[in-house]
């Protein structure tokens, strides 16, 4: 055992060398940068590295030949990375200095990775932010400045199985926190239904049903000054609203995973809130034609979620004019009403909801009508924490016999001692 | 009945109860592993089905087809079949050398030594991670084979574990080498490698299963899709922002088990009784 | 005393020996250490000095521009009621995990090694396939058993006339379905080790064992436990080692709840690194891996042979 002190000594000695040499920040908070240099006119040349996940991934090289007719010295390589470890590949590339010239980001990743610095701000001359829905573009606005393009969005509804709604006499869509709550109850005692709604009980990404009706109830996550809006009265009665499902028995607290569509398929779920994800999923079931969709309810507003992807160019990207010329060129109208012929991902940019394709599908404009009030959270570089939080709160409200004003007030103190990490 | 045919019916009694026992317990080691692999023929929707079932009621090959259609199998394949090839053979070279070492020779920093090998065995793994690619890219290796194999070509467990294995064989048989002239690297190649058959078949499987199954590190390693190994390749077409394609993932789960049974079946006639003892007088 | 030139040529001859036995010695290691060095022990001591620092995320394009904090980054981890909760639920499972896992390897390993069983392949491989087949199907089949309406184990219950309760969504009923769930998965590769350590024991001991007129039982007790302790001393050192960082399981089935009572320390420090509070998850790390040095040390203590 002895032989041990003298190397454990010398390691003990050259950790402590490390961590000293931490000189520690300059300057206060991180000074925020105004927008991009402009990009020169002219085509594209150079190679241009994009990182994009999933079927964004796989797919994006059908989109490449029309940016290449435009500009014949450019090539474009795609590497698609799997979702699954895409925000610590791309955290870890940051890190090294290896980045692309130009990745997919979802949207809640946005604040964090700018505050690293390694994101390039939007350039003014080539994108116009009104261009976009609202609620996508704030994604990519980190401390007043634009570090990227919103590319696909998604936004959430409420997904109703039109037969067990059609049973319990509820013919259109509930437009108040007071009709959608009877019109739960009556899909639960006259539609045949178990339940009448299935909310997230808490656990991962609840936040994403709850903010919503704070933003209906013209809650927000953060007031004017930046501090944290968690305990404020409207987030109060939010939560009470949401909670009320619950101890109603409107909607269950321990649904096993995996149970919801086939739950919903069968009329033993009225409703649940989902994106346009499900709409593939439900058709895979066979259910195609049998639900409907409806807005969200408004009580100040009527706001929903919005989601989806922006598109970074990153500072430590090797051909950066290219690179923007190729995010602008994929934020044109039509190129987006391409690609969501071949993906399904919804246009973040407006004038492309205008196309046919788009415009024909009446459940596809439902969620269009939604994007023009959706809200997504500050782009802080905690959010993520303070999201998880938030989580483990919420399922301390359903589960437990925790008061709404008692949740608010833990998530208060809770956010605001993680801070907004500036 | 003389006294020899009690202890034969005895013996078959333990026998029964015996194969009855430890097959019940089969039942219900492989149940998810014959659920998955039944269900990689089942269409989308019945996989999602609850309760689970177990034969497919369309028995169909369309997740093996859409598998193979849409990943570049070949190249993700040999890619995992190198990378874990190679940790595998550095492994049990360099493990069991540096283990016979510690276990059976004296020399000086050799305590030392063996205190930082057992130390770093505990560090919990995912601390090294950042900084282990911040050095990695910073010696230009990332997106290489290099940067694949070189950090996991030695492992602390196999060095803890040859030495393990090795300590106990005796010192005698080591010693009568010693005295009759033999280098050490004869001993080693002759004498103690033979001997070890068993934990060297168990190091190559628990090595190869690791390195084949690895999903983080390649995944952060490799830029350019060429490089990319099977758990990656497979995430990235099954697993989706919000969704997961289910029938592609479990088609891709029984890919890629197949090779890491194989390596196992191979390995696991060398846990035979016998070579270990025939050395000893 | 006066020097005799035999002494000299003695100690001349000793430190030849010495010198000897070192580079080879070191001949063998060294491919092993410096790849050792390069590969482990640097990130090691990377992350190590990251734990005494307040680094975030938002540093890593320059990470010698932190803070020096000394201890407080541990400081913070034990005043972290989550990091308690999860210390405690990581104990629950070491404490009961670790000797259920074991036992089971071992039984499985004793009953196919000894020679009774035909079929050794076959059992061998099932009960290795846990080991190897995706989580996520193992996922799926776990689910479904323990699911509180439908699922097997409740369904045998109701036979007998018990209700089962919802196990995976019971806060004290979720860690311990999780142990079970883990001792499953695991025992194969424990049995691999086992089978591979009871290989190496003599038959001839046995043969001397029988002859003295010892019974089956005295043969394990005597012959076999003995034998086994190196090999049972790494198998108690890994699986404490790997249940002390237990994770997957967590993720996969439950992802830490209900109510937190299945958040692991691993976990824990996964999440917080996802925050990007690298210091603060490095500290935690390190506090871990005491807890890890501390309980191996203990199993040496207990298992390790007098001529070590």
Known sequence: MRGWTRPVAALGLATALLAVAACGRDGGDAQSEGPGTAVGAGPATGEINIWAMGAEGEKLSALIDGFTKDNPDATVKVTPIPWDGAHDKIATAIAAGETPDVALIGTTWMGEFARTGGLDPTPENLIKPADFYGGAWDTTVVDGTSYGVPWYVETRLFYVNSDVARKAGVDSPPSSWEDLKAAVKAMKEKGGADWGVSLQPGKTGSWQSVMPFVWQNGGAVQKEDGSFAFDSPETVAALEYYKSFFTEKLSPADLPQGALEPDFVKGKIGAFISGPWHIGILKDQGFEGKYEVWPMPTKVTGTSFVGGGDLAVFKDAKNREGAWKFVSYLSRPDVQATWFQTVGDLPSVKSAWEDPALKADPMLAAFGTQLNDAKSPPTIATWDQIAAGFDDLMEQLVKTDMTPAEMATSAQEQATSIGTGG | ?281 | MTARPQDAALRRGRRASRLRRAVTGWGFVSPFTLLFAVFMAGPVLISLAMSFTDMRSADVRDPLGVNFVGFDQYAKVFGDPLFVKAAGNTGMFVLIGVPLTMAAGLAVALGLNSGLTKFKTLFRVGYYLPVVTSIVAVSVVWRFLLQPDTGLVNSLLGLVGVDGPNWLDDPGLSLPSLIVMAAWRNLGFQMVIFLAGLQAIPANLYEAARLDGASRWQQFRYVTLPMLRPTMLFVAVITTISYLQFFEESYVMTQGGPLNSTLSVSFHVFKQFGFGNYGYASAMSYILFVAIVALSLLWFRLLKRKDQ
């Open chain 2, 1 to 281: 009945m003389d006294a020899r045919d009690k202890p034969r019916s005895r013996d078959r009694v333990a026998k029964l109860v015996l194969h009855v026992v430890l097959g019940l317990g089969l039942l219900a080691m492989i149940g998810p592993f014959l659920w998955m692999l039944l269900s990689s023929f089942k269409s989308e929707q019945e996989i999602r089905e609850v309760p689970p079932t177990w034969w497919p009621r369309d028995f169909g090959f369309g997740n093996f087809a859409e598998l193979f259609d849409r990943l570049d199998f070949p190249t993700y394949f040999t890619n995992s079949v190198v990378v874990a090839a190679s940790v595998t053979a550095g492994n049990l070279v360099l493990c069991s050398a540096a283990g016979y070492a510690l276990a059976k020779m004296r020399f000086p920093g050799r305590r030392s030594l063996l205190g930082l090998v057992l130390g770093t065995v505990m560090v919990p793994g995912m601390v090294t991670f950042v900084p282990l690619f911040v050095l990695v890219s910073k010696m230009g290796l990332t997106n290489t084979f290099a940067g694949l194999v070189l950090p996991f070509l030695v492992g602390a467990f196999g060095v803890f574990f040859m030495r393990q294995f090795i300590l106990s064989i005796p010192d005698e048989l080591i010693e009568s080498a010693r005295i009759d002239g033999a280098g050490e690297v004869r001993i080693f190649v002759r004498i103690i490698l033979p001997l070890c058959r068993p934990a060297l078949a168990t190091l190559g499987i628990l090595t190869f299963l690791g390195s084949w199954n690895n999903f983080l590190w390649p995944l952060v390693v490799a830029t350019t899709e060429d490089k990319y190994t099977l758990p990656v390749a497979l995430a990235l077409y099954s697993v989706g922002q919000n969704e997961t394609d289910y029938g592609l993932l479990l088609a891709g789960s029984v890919v890629v088990v197949v090779p890491v049974l194989v390596v196992f079946i191979l390995l696991q006639r060398h846990f035979v009784r016998g070579i270990a003892t025939t050395g000893l007088k």
